[in-house]
């Protein structure tokens, strides 16, 4: 559990009082954990399904293939579907899996609240249920959680964008602008809510600037993580606000929204402001090393994978897997066990070491 002071508990019991209503993302109260069981011992070269959202972004595509390769080599027969198609491809695709008689499911959800049907029939099919970087929300039927912290990625986020913002100019005050991600992505408000958190305390002693005044969750999101939804909301703000005032800083939740930011600052011939990220896109990292956008978060898929599987193989063999938060997700009905894994803020300062092991990245950041 964190450790935070008088100012940054209120806000956060705010914060969690305001998802409980949402009934979703993360909620640091004591919380008992709904009942789970976490599924029956299966036969080793069971079907493993792994419902998928839409390829909006590399780590998806790249948690395909991982989990193709992974769950074979693990003695499974993988069974990985992306919902190209919406909420409705989704749900017909974990249907598909409980007829074929799928042992375990793992979702990554478009929208985690549009799957209860689904989930209750997996259920009550003997299945078990993982929600994989995504909370499954208001629902009973999921069993566990894997993914990153993501209320630390956003203090990360917020960290960063103060940290960068200071060191382009030392003196405040700063005018800044915030994104969120979609609406219907339970991570989305919990990374918002992480870095608001640590930029909230700024806003309120004057150091930070919205000079749009759109501070609120509701008036930063993305439809659909969608990168021309993020620039024609950034044209607009640059349009009408910052005519003649300076931008110092963006909150940006991922590296996808981070490039479309600043192509519109770029076309509309204004300094490249400091501008967060997340995933580790190869684009956005090349970026950072071009001294463009400031920072971006770690979050190797390869781990979150690998976790994966090995708690597949626990539940396979009857055993318990491990989990190291059991009260920090509330989904809304219950509190998710859940395994988290470290994110790590990357800037110019440790890009060129922060990727060694990383197939892809760690050539093009030794250049």
Sequence with gaps: MRMIGKAGKAAAIAAIAALA?????????????????GG?????????????PQKTSENWVLAEQLFNDGLTKAGYKPDVQFANGGV????????????????????????????G?????????????????RLLLNTENVDYYV?????????????????????????????????????????????????????????????????????????????????????????????????????????????????????????AGKPIPVVTGQDSEVESVKSIMAGEQYSTINKDTNALVEHSITMVNDIQAGKKPEINDDKSYNNGVKVVPAYLLKPVIVTAENVHTAYVNDPVLGPITKQ
Aim: charged share 20%.
């Design 147 to 267: 993914a990153y912290d993501n209320f630390k990625v956003g203090e990360l986020q917020g960290q960063a964008l103060l940290d960068g913002m200071k060191a382009k100019k030392p003196a405040g005050p700063y005018n800044i602008e915030l994104f969120a991600g979609s609406p219907d992505d339970a991570n989305a408000k919990v990374f918002f809510d992480g870095a608001m958190s640590v930029l909230k305390p700024k806003m309120d002693d004057g150091t930070l600037k919205v000079l749009s005044g759109q501070t609120s969750f509701e008036q930063a999101v993305t439809q659909g993580w969608k990168a021309e939804n993020a620039q024609k909301r950034m044209d607009t703000l640059l349009a009408g606000t910052y005519g003649s005032a300076a931008l110092d800083g963006v909150l940006s939740p991922n590296d996808t929204l981070a490039r479309a930011i600043i192509t519109s600052v770029k076309a």
């Design 88 to 115: 409705s491809d989704q749900q017909n695709q974990i249907s598909a899996m409980i007829t074929k008689g799928d042992k375990l499911i793992i979702v990554g959800a478009i929208d985690g609240a549009q799957l």
């Design 40 to 52: 029956e011992a299966f036969p080793k070269g069971s079907s493993i399904g792994v419902a998928l």
């Design 117 to 133: 049907t689904q989930l209750k029939q997996a259920k009550d099919a003997g299945a078990t249920i993982i929600a994989y970087d």
């Design 21 to 37: 209503l949402t009934a979703c993302g993360r909620s640091d109260t004591g919380t008992t954990s709904g009942s789970s069981s």
